[in-house]
């Protein structure tokens, strides 16, 4: 599978960004492992679930919103600042690599996880994260809806009451214009080639392989033990060690001019 190929370099980029994780957070170690995505066989999704548009209020069920394009998932929770923001970031990015045409190839759906989360959260973070050509319809949903989406994916994410954060993979989620499940993608590691092949393929009902599981949580900080995951803690050890190491060449340049004065 494609995503499978991901550079590491993207994810140390990624979970460097959601270190930043709330600082109150309580979830367990047990909590955690039960966050991932893994879709049963022939997953499909109810495209005739209702979510409101972010945009304006009408309600839209999500073969509407599709339009007989493949659609590109991508839940969120709404007021996350941590990885939700370069997810988005990052996946418009790639799309807009793509040269693909949003308008006729694919419909890219934000789909927000808490439904507390009203149009004005939603929007709040397009302004944040501005997607440009890539026009991602924000939706918003009840939790009835929420819940038969995601589990019909098998996307499972915990909230935390105690910070109002949510922990949830960082994936998107690759749908067929009928909304039988084509791939799951990490957001985080996504290039305009593959991602313009995947898009392809699912417009025309193919599929690739599906991950059992993405570990990559938007959820970063461990304060039930009040340290970093180890995962994040290698990360950070790394990016840290590699600053060092960018600080000694810049010296060790400037040094040479200066003998050189």
Aim: with cysteine.
């Amino acid at each position: 599978m494609r995503h499978r190929r991901a550079t590491g370099f993207g994810l140390v980029i990624g979970l460097a960004l959601l270190s930043i994780g709330p600082a109150g957070a309580r979830l367990s170690q047990a909590d955690l492992a039960r966050v991932a995505v893994a879709p049963p066989p022939d997953a499909r999704a109810p495209l005739d679930l209702v979510f409101a548009d972010a945009a304006d209020g009408s309600r839209r069920t999500l073969a509407e919103a599709g339009a007989g394009r493949p659609l590109l998932l991508l839940p969120v929770d709404y007021t996350c600042r941590n990885v939700c923001d370069p997810m988005l970031a990052l996946t418009a990015a790639a799309l807009t690599a793509t040269g693909l045409d949003p308008d006729r190839d694919y419909a890219f759906l934000l789909v927000g996880l808490d439904p507390r989360d009203g149009p004005e959260s939603a929007q709040a973070l397009l302004r944040a994260e501005p997607a440009g050509d890539a026009r991602p319809r924000a939706l918003v949903g009840e939790a009835g809806a929420v819940a038969a989406l995601t589990g019909s994916l098998g996307y499972r994410f915990v909230p935390d009451p105690d910070t109002d954060s949510i922990a949830h993979p960082a994936a998107a989620i690759l749908l067929t214009p009928e909304g039988r499940v084509a791939r799951v993608l990490a957001p985080l590691a996504l290039n305009g080639r593959d991602l313009r092949l995947a898009l392809v393929e699912a417009g025309e009902g193919r599929s690739g392989g599906l991950a059992d599981r993405l570990a990559l949580l938007c959820y970063g900080f461990d304060a039930a033990k009040g340290i970093y995951t180890p995962l994040v803690r290698r990360i950070l050890t790394g990016a840290a060690a590699a600053t060092v190491l960018a600080i000694a060449l810049l010296i060790l340049v400037l040094g040479r001019r200066a003998g050189r004065a």
